[in-house]
């Protein structure tokens, strides 16, 4: 059984910085893909970040190029997301998922439905 258990939300202001983390209980596949994805109030889930874990370099929304940061360590089996230069508009219920093959596929990359296994979400807020 897949679990995913995301930490580290919190409110921060206007330019501030929060680092989220994902441990993941007993892993899909050996290799696999990995993301984050986020939902506003009233909007679409939308992808932020995923990397496969088997190797090869993370992939960004244009929304967060150059301000966040996603890493894996596999000896702890933990995904983080390293968030630089907050603004109101990142302000979100962030989720991270799972899936053997969900990333290996062009047009899947930022589906939410082609990732099978979610965390509980944890909110983060930008605000003055």
């Known amino acids: 059984q897949v679990q995913l258990v995301e930490s580290g939300g919190g409110s921060v202001q206007p330019g501030g910085s929060l680092r989220l983390s994902c441990v993941v209980s007993g892993r899909p596949s050996p290799r696999y893909c990995a993301a984050w994805f986020r939902q506003a109030t009233g909007k679409e889930r939308e992808g932020v970040a995923f990397l496969f874990t088997g190797g090869g370099r993370a992939f960004y929304a244009d929304s967060v190029k150059g301000r966040f940061t996603l890493s894996h360590d596999d000896s702890k089996n933990t995904l983080y997301l390293q968030m630089n230069s907050l603004n109101s508009d990142d302000t979100a219920v962030y989720y991270c998922?799972?899936?053997?093959?969900?990333?290996?596929?062009?047009?899947?990359?930022?589906?939410?439905?082609?990732?099978?296994?979610w965390g509980q979400g944890t909110q983060v807020t930008a605000s003055s």
């Open positions: 998922a799972v899936d053997s093959v969900a990333c290996l596929e062009r047009a899947d990359v930022w589906t939410p439905s082609k990732y099978h296994y």
